[in-house]
C-alpha cells in the first residue's frame, strides 16, 4: 500500500491503527508492506518510530502488542518527496521494485490518497507518467477519499482525470460509513430475515428518518468548511448513501455491481426536489453542549463573521418507485446538536384498530426500528406491551440488539473493513461512478434553489438545540415529529 500524505491526520488516527489491526488479527499475509509518501523529511526509521506513537494513541486494541507491531513496522518504509516533483515518482518506483524482491509483492498495489483532493490530479499524473499504476505484473488500485469533487462538473472532472490512468474497476471511492457495522447490517436484517422484508415498503411503513447528528463544531476546519457546508460535507455522501441502502432493492445476489445498481435505481427514483418546501438550512450560534459554552458558527476560526453557509440541513424526499411512493423520508445533519448520533429510523403505521380501552393505551406509540449506527451500533425495535397487573394497560417498550453485549467482540473499525475489501478487490461497499455522479446532480439542484433565497436570520438555532424552528414545522406539517436519539 503506497499511501500519498503519509505525515497527515488520516494516517495517523485512521489507516495506521487499522492496517496494524489488520495485522493482529491475521488478516494480512506476512509480507504486506506500506510505502508512505509526504514532503516531510522522514528517514524510515523516523516513520516507524512516528507511526508507532500514532498507533499507541489511536488504535481501539489497547495495548499495542509489541511484537506484532515489530512484525508490522518491518514492511513500513518511506519516500519524502513533494507530489509535483517528477523524480520522486522513479525514486517510488525503485523503492517498490525493491520492496518486490525483498518481500515477495508480486507487483500487487494499493494507493491511498489521504491527501487534499487538490492533489488528486498531481498524484494521478505522477502515477500514470512514471509507469507506476500500469498493470503488468500484479493488480493495481486506487482508493480516493470524499470529498470526491465539490459539484457535478467536478466530479465528472475528476473522474476523467482517474480514468486516463486507471479503469473503473480499480477506482474504490472511500465512504468510512459504509464501512460501519450497522451499515451492513442494514443488508443483512432485511435480506436475511423473513419477518422483516414482506413490511418493508409503502404499506406498512409510515415514514423513514435518517440523522447523522453530531455534537462537535467545525473543529478548526473553517476555511474547508466554508467551502463544503453540511450539504456537501455529509447530505451529499453519507446521507444519501444511507438512504439508498434503505430504499433499495433486494439485490438478485451480493455481487458488487448488483448491489450498486440497486443503490443506483434509489437515487435515480427520487423525486424532484422542491427546494423552497422541501428543504431546510441552519447554523448555529452561540449556546451550550455538554455543560459547556461554546461559540457560534461566525466566531469560529477561519469563518467570515457574516457567513451564510449551512451547518443544519434537513431535507424530505420521496422516491418514485413501486415500494415506495408517496412515502416520506426526512433527511437532517447538522453540527452542536445536542449529542452525537447516526441511526436509520423505520417508522411503521399504527394499527388499523385498537380492540382496548381507550384508557389502555393512552400514549401508545407507533412501532419504529432503529439502526443506531454511532455512538452505540445495534438495532432497537420498539413494541407495545402490557403493564403487569390486574388492569389492561400498554406501554411502549424497546427490544434492544447491541453488538458489543451481542457478540462479546468489540467491532472493527469501519477503516479496517474497507481497507481490506479493496485488497481482496471487493468494491461493494465502495461508491461507482454512476453513484456519484448522481448523487452530486441532487446536490446541484439544491444548491441552486438555496440561491434563489438568500439565507435570513442566521445564526438560526443555538448550540445544543435540534436545528432551527423550520426543520420542525418542516416535518410538522406532515402529522409527524422529528425523533430524539
Known sequence: MVIFGASGDLTARKLMPALYNLTLNRYLPTGFSVVGVANTP?????????????????????????????????????????????????????TLERIDRARGT??????????????????????????????????K?????????????????????????????????????LGKETVQNVLVFRFANGIFEPIWNRRYVDHIQITVAEDLGIELRGKYYESAGALRDIFQNHL?????????????????????DEKVKVLKAIHPIDVARDVVRGQYGPGWVGG??????????????????????????????WRWADTPFYLRTGKRLPSRASEIAIQFKT?????FAKTAVQGLTPNVLVMRIQPHEGASLKIAAKIPGPVMRLRTVNMDFFYGSAFL????????????????????????????????????????????????GFPNYAAGAWGPEAADALIESDGRRWRRP
Open 42 to 94: 522522514w528517514s524510515d526509521q523516523e516513520f516507524r518510530a512516528q507511526m508507532e506513537q500514532a498507533v499507541k494513541k489511536n488504535s481501539r486494541t489497547q495495548p499495542v502488542d509489541h511484537s506484532v507491531w515489530q512484525t508490522f513496522a518491518e514492511g513500513l518504509h518511506y519516500c519524502p518527496f513533494g507530489f509535483e516533483d517528477k523524480g520522486g515518482y522513479q525514486t517510488l518506483k525503485s
Open 106 to 139: 508480486s507487483g500487487n498495489r494499493v494507493f491511498y490518497f489521504a491527501t487534499l483532493p487538490n492533489f488528486f490530479p498531481v498524484i494521478i499524473d505522477g502515477l500514470g507518467a512514471s509507469g507506476i499504476a500500469r498493470e503488468g505484473e500484479g493488480w
Open 141 to 177: 488500485r486506487v482508493v480516493v477519499e470524499k470529498p470526491f469533487g465539490h459539484d457535478l462538473k467536478s466530479a465528472r472532472e475528476l473522474n476523467e482525470v482517474i480514468h486516463s490512468v486507471f479503469k473503473e474497476s480499480q477506482v474504490y471511492r472511500i465512504d468510512h460509513y
Open 240 to 260: 444519501l448513501q444511507l438512504l439508498s441502502i434503505a430504499a433499495m432493492e433486494p439485490p438478485p445476489n451480493f455481487d458488487a455491481d448488483t448491489v450498486r
Open 292 to 321: 459547556q459554552h461554546v461559540p457560534g458558527y461566525r466566531e469560529e476560526p477561519n469563518v467570515s463573521p457574516t457567513s451564510i453557509t449551512e451547518t443544519y440541513i434537513a431535507v424530505r424526499l420521496k422516491v418514485d418507485n
Open 351 to 355: 394499527a388499523p384498530h385498537l380492540p
Open 409 to 456: 467482540v468489540e467491532s472493527p473499525d469501519a477503516y479496517e473493513r474497507l481497507v481490506l475489501d479493496c485488497m481482496l478487490g471487493d468494491p461493494t461497499l465502495f461508491a461507482r461512478e454512476d453513484e456519484v455522479e448522481r448523487a452530486w446532480g441532487l446536490v446541484d439542484h439544491i444548491e441552486e434553489g438555496l440561491a434563489q433565497q438568500p439565507a435570513a
